[in-house]
């Protein structure tokens, strides 16, 4: 499995983003999928991540409302849309798949990672 992370770029606070992730392998369907961010000093934290069938969704609390995950199975690609973002969002986000059907947010679990995508929020 390989994950290819893009979308990131420099945005003004309030701005949002999209970030995408394209996923190879054909097991891609029945894995959880989550994103995560490392700001610069910080430790990888989780940000957001779905289940396998797309029905259950989790978000960190500082990203609650703003950031919205999703899957498309067809495309084999996952998504997290970005809203209302602000300086504290900068960092660089990765995404991860972890072979199991229900979300982790400790990055531990998670099995496959991106090269991860560098968000930059000016205020």
């Known amino acids: 499995v390989q994950l290819q992370a893009s979308g990131g770029g420099l945005v003004q606070a309030g701005g949002s983003l999209r970030l995408s992730c394209a996923v190879s392998?054909?097991?891609?369907?029945?894995?959880?999928m989550g994103w995560f961010r490392q700001a610069p000093g910080k430790e990888r934290e989780f940000v957001a991540g779905?289940?396998?069938?797309?029905?259950?969704?989790y978000y960190a609390d500082s990203v609650k409302g703003r950031f919205t995950i999703s899957r498309d199975i067809a495309e084999n690609t996952v998504y997290l849309q970005m809203t209302s973002l602000n300086p504290e969002d900068t960092a660089v986000y990765y995404c991860?798949?972890?072979?199991?059907?229900?979300?982790?947010?400790?990055?531990?679990?998670?099995?496959?990672w991106g090269q991860g995508t560098l968000v930059t929020v000016s205020s």
């Open positions: 991860a798949a972890d072979r199991a059907v229900q979300v982790s947010t400790k990055a531990l679990e998670y099995d496959y």
């Open positions: 779905i289940s396998a069938s797309g029905g259950n969704t």
């Open positions: 392998g054909r097991t891609y369907r029945w894995y959880a």
